[in-house]
């Protein structure tokens, strides 16, 4: 092998080194500028969707308190419901009492007589006011007013009144109502439509 063989030979283990030099890792091995960061959009999109179930679970947590509150007021507010009702009878026997007594018989009764008559209605008052204390007031209706289903309940139709047909003429019992809620409707008797040309004589006591 002559000198200039040699020569050339070195050259061309030279240039294949540097050409090995000069390219990437190895198979297998990734380049540092190859290597593959985290998913940003990715990481985002979760965040976000976290995000979003976090405040709807805030949101149904404060509608569960606040649905939980609303129920305690109206326990509060309505227990008493049931004994006020049984109460009512007490107040309607009160009146009844009373009613039974007619003027001039009151003004011709004894002392005595009077003086339970004034216990008896001192003891309406005390009982009515009792009520109103827990939140039971009195509905009323006057006569002339109009018929309501919401409201009142209609015992008989009274015929040649000479009022509009639904118009309340006679009131039984007064109706109650607790808080905003009715404890018992008003009994009434109403007007009726002789006429017959619109209900057939009947009144609506639909709501």
Do not use: W
């Not at 990481?43 to 939980?68: G, S, Y």
């Not at 827990?134 to 006569?143: A, S, V």
């Amino acid at each position: 092998m002559t000198d200039e063989t040699k020569k050339q030979e070195n050259e061309a283990a030279e240039a294949i080194a540097e050409t090995l030099a000069s390219e990437p890792a190895a198979q297998g091995e990734a380049a540092p500028d190859a290597v593959a960061g985290p998913d940003i959009a990715a990481i985002e999109a979760e965040n976000a969707d976290l995000r979003d179930r976090l405040l709807r679970a805030a949101a149904e947590m404060e509608n569960t308190r606040k649905r939980a509150e609303r129920e305690k007021q109206d326990a509060a507010r309505y227990a008493n419901a049931g004994f006020g009702r049984d109460m009512l009878e007490v107040s309607d026997n009160l009146r009844r009492a009373l009613a039974a007594l007619k003027q001039d018989e009151r003004d011709a009764a004894g002392d005595s007589l009077k003086a339970m008559v004034e216990g008896v209605e001192m003891t309406e008052r005390l009982l009515t006011a009792a009520l109103e204390r827990h939140g039971i007031r009195e509905i009323t209706p006057e006569l002339g007013e109009r018929f309501d289903p919401n409201h009142h309940e209609a015992m008989f139709e009274v015929p040649g009144t000479g009022q509009p047909a639904g118009t309340v003429v006679h009131v039984l019992e007064a109706g109650y109502r607790i808080g905003d809620r009715l404890l018992r409707a008003a009994r009434v008797g109403v007007a009726k439509d002789e006429g017959g040309a619109q209900n057939g004589g009947k009144v609506d006591t639909t709501a």
